[in-house]
């Protein structure tokens, strides 16, 4: 009776016929996204703010050379002023670039570079005015250094929530791994945060939401 029926229906033993492929259960869980990502999706806003404030620095001292040139010329003198604003606008525009660089591929450290540099230039105008007694250029730059300072303890904030969120993401995924301790060092579980972190992730949790 079976040779019979395996005669009736030879596809039934065709050794070049290939097994149907089993479908996922329904309602599975997707792949777990990798561990100890640090890119947050608040990290757009905080890259396309330090390119428009590049852009527009750019922009301003091209239409505005002379002028610019003119600030400078009060600090360090007419013989340095021009070639300091070329220095000053080329490493500008390449903290630019590196930032545009950072949202296209979704590292946020290399928003570091752009903030570190701008944070250090005020940084230079305020001791210079504080040399030359300018009281009014003293607010101005200490003013943008206090808000450059706040963006980067916001982004450093943004990306210890990355990786806390990005950690227990994987182990809701992924389950209790064999094996595993409970100091963090087992596969699924998120890298230790340093205590700025764990700083700047309280503050950047009590910020009003709306």
């Known amino acids: 009776m079976a040779m019979a029926s395996a005669g009736a229906n030879p596809e039934w033993t065709r050794p070049d016929q290939r097994l149907p492929e089993r479908r996922p259960a329904e309602g599975g869980a997707p792949p777990p996204p990798p561990a100890g990502g640090t890119w947050h999706r608040m990290h757009y806003a905080v890259g396309v703010f ?3 404030y590049g852009v527009t620095g750019l922009v301003s001292a091209a239409l505005l050379w002379g002028d610019r040139r003119r600030e400078l010329d009060g600090y360090f003198g007419s013989g340095n002023a021009g070639t300091l604003l070329v220095l000053a606008k080329a490493v500008e525009a390449v903290l630019v670039a590196v930032t545009v660089a950072g949202i296209v591929r979704r590292r946020d450290m290399w928003f570091v570079p752009a903030l570190a540099g701008w944070m250090a230039g005020f940084a230079v105008f305020a001791v210079l005015d504080v040399l030359d007694g300018r009281a009014g250029g003293l607010l101005e730059h200490l003013a943008y250094l206090a808000g450059f300072v706040v963006l980067l303890f916001v982004s450093y904030g943004l990306s210890a929530k990355a990786q806390v969120g990005s950690g227990a993401a994987v182990r809701a995924s992924a389950g209790p791994v064999p094996g595993g301790g409970g100091d963090g060092t ?4 998120p890298r230790r945060l340093t205590r700025t972190q764990e700083f700047a992730l309280s503050a950047l ?6």
């Open 205 to 210: 949790n009590r910020l009003p939401r709306r």
């Open 186 to 189: 087992g596969e699924g579980e």
């Open 50 to 52: 330090l390119v428009a």
